[in-house]
């Protein structure tokens, strides 16, 4: 038996923290506040800790009532994603992908749709997330795109979705008139991108240039940090692929110069079980995927 308050208390709490308001949540439950205040209190003395402080006329949470939000909010979705398949067409299949979340944004999502018209049959459901996943413990993922590296275990197919430039990128207002590129790359604020294989210390050596030090802006995604670069803050040190868009319509121009080394890396990876390589959906998306990475 699992160890769980009743789901009913549960619920009620999940309304009224999210809505802070015990009013609020009765008029969502179709009760009364009597009832959800009775309810809150019956799960209080399940944890034996306060979930709400009571004010006048509103409550606010407890930083134990916020922590069981955050992991009641992400349980609830996925319940209401699963109840929501229950009713697809016996020929509708679901597709359950993860993504690092940058690639996501800036590649993954926009070609979707193209996915979609290809494989009328099967509904993607998209999470992401910046760490690899393990598909032998994480079963209720069919297949998972991670950045930097994947995970290599027994039983999982592992396929690079090919090598991406990773060079210095900024908005072309920076490199207008500059004659000296490598004074530039000297001067200019330089953008860190924390999670990326490739560090600004190991361009700066490949190229034979000190590292300037000083501090640099730091953004833990991606898509973040080319962005920053695409307003003009500094040059960011990222993948083509991610930052295609900016690229092409003009946002971001490569910092480039025949004496400069240009980095390749193999920087994405698609992951799927092998004993369900030969599933419909599974082998229609790594297909359709893999054909798209090859396109860039």
């Known amino acids: 038996m699992r160890r769980l308050p009743n789901f009913v208390l549960l619920r009620a709490f999940e309304a009224a923290a999210r809505l802070e308001s015990f009013t609020l949540a009765a008029q969502e439950l179709h009760l009364t506040p009597s009832a959800i205040s009775h309810q809150i209190k019956e799960l209080e003395a399940h ?11 509103r409550v606010e949470l407890t930083p134990a009532a916020t922590r069981l939000l955050d992991s009641l909010t992400r349980v609830f979705n996925a319940l209401e994603a699963a109840c929501a ?3 697809l067409s016996p020929s509708q299949e679901v597709l359950a992908v993860h993504c690092s979340p940058s690639l996501a944004v800036k590649w993954l999502g926009p070609k979707l749709s193209d996915f979609t018209h290809t494989c009328p049959g099967v509904t993607i459901r998209l999470t992401t997330g910046s760490e690899a996943l393990d598909l032998n413990q994480i079963h209720e993922v069919d297949a998972t795109i991670s950045y930097g590296r994947a995970l290599e275990r027994p039983g999982v197919d592992v396929v690079s979705l090919g090598e991406e430039p990773t060079v210095p990128l900024c908005a072309p207002e920076l490199l207008a008139g500059a004659v000296d590129i490598r004074r530039l790359l000297r001067e200019s604020v330089l953008i ?3 999670l990326s294989p490739l560090k600004w210390r190991d361009w700066f050596e490949a190229n034979k240039l000190p590292l ?3 501090p640099r802006p730091s953004f833990d995604r991606a898509a973040m940090a080319i962005s920053a670069a695409a307003d003009g803050m500094g040059v960011v040190l990222e993948s083509t692929r991610l930052a295609a868009r900016e690229l092409r319509r003009g946002e971001l121009v490569e ?5 400069l080394v240009r980095f390749r890396r193999h920087t994405h990876f ?11 959906k599974v082998a229609a998306f790594r297909a359709w995927l893999l054909e798209k990475a090859a396109q860039d």
């Open 47 to 57: 944890f034996g800790l306060a979930l709400f402080l009571r004010r006048n006329r």
């Open 85 to 87: 398949e229950v009713t």
């Open 192 to 194: 860190d991108s924390p």
């Open 212 to 214: 300037p030090e000083r």
């Open 255 to 259: 910092i480039r110069d025949a004496s």
């Open 270 to 280: 698609l992951s799927c079980r092998k004993n369900e390589l030969g599933q419909k």
